[in-house]
């Protein structure tokens, strides 16, 4: 839970760093992959991506002790610290609505961890299940996609940060198959399937998410991904 809480405030570090050099990074239209190419020149990026990194590291090792459930219902918290964070660095406070819309994610996260009871599950999941995985995630991706680039605004911010979400929820539960076989040795890990999504979803989740907080405000795109990303990880 401690681990747990240590990534969320550094991955909230890293998005509001993300979301404030994606704003900045130029004025010109670009795609999610477009964008992405154009922010790896940003050394402001790279600040939050080394951020973000040691918060990733941190869930890795949290995911490693505990069950994926409970650490990513923990890791909602994250709003509550990228939206104060964000509030300070553009000098303006946060609101009396975003505040109690905060107040009712963390009493939610509470009643998930206490009163669903997570335990550790299975670290890895068979070929028949990721299949169902790949049918159902992957219709909605290219749903939310299609309506992003049709959509503007805040409603493309939203749609960009429900597939960042679902990304970044598969990702978690590669992260609990990776560690596991981390713990078997290199060679078992090489040899592991998952490395290679793993790798891939991350360069993903990441392009898309630069996109989503270009296209709206923190406040449409954040809190969307923040709770997107344990429900498909849970689920």
Not at 123 to 150: D, K, N, Y
């Amino acid at each position: 839970a401690l681990l747990a809480l240590g990534a969320a405030l550094f991955i909230a570090i890293g998005d509001v760093i993300h979301l404030r050099s994606a704003h900045g990074v130029s004025d010109a239209p670009a795609g999610q992959f477009g964008l992405f190419t154009r922010l790896l020149r940003d050394p402001r990026w790279w600040s939050g991506s080394l951020v973000a990194a040691v918060g990733f590291a941190l869930q890795a090792a949290a995911l490693g002790l505990g069950s994926v459930l409970l650490v990513q219902a923990l890791l909602v918290t994250s709003l509550l610290f990228a939206l104060p964070i964000n509030a300070w660095l553009n000098h303006r406070r946060v609101t009396r609505w975003q505040w109690l819309w905060a107040a009712l994610l963390a009493a939610s996260v509470a009643v998930i961890v206490t009163v669903g009871n997570p335990t550790a599950g299975h670290a890895r999941g068979a070929w028949e299940t990721w299949a169902v995985v790949i049918v159902v995630l992957g219709s909605v991706l290219a749903l939310c996609l299609l309506g992003a680039r049709l959509g503007s605004g805040p409603v493309s911010a939203v749609l960009l940060a429900v597939v960042s979400g679902v990304l970044w929820g598969v990702f978690a539960v590669l992260t609990k198959g990776v560690v596991d076989r981390l713990d078997h040795g290199v060679w078992a890990l090489l040899a592991a399937p998952e490395l290679y999504v793993w790798a891939a979803v991350a360069v993903s989740g990441t392009a898309v998410q630069q996109s989503s907080f270009r296209a709206g405000a923190l406040t449409a795109s954040l809190p969307t991904m923040t709770v997107t990303e344990p429900v498909v990880a849970s689920a």
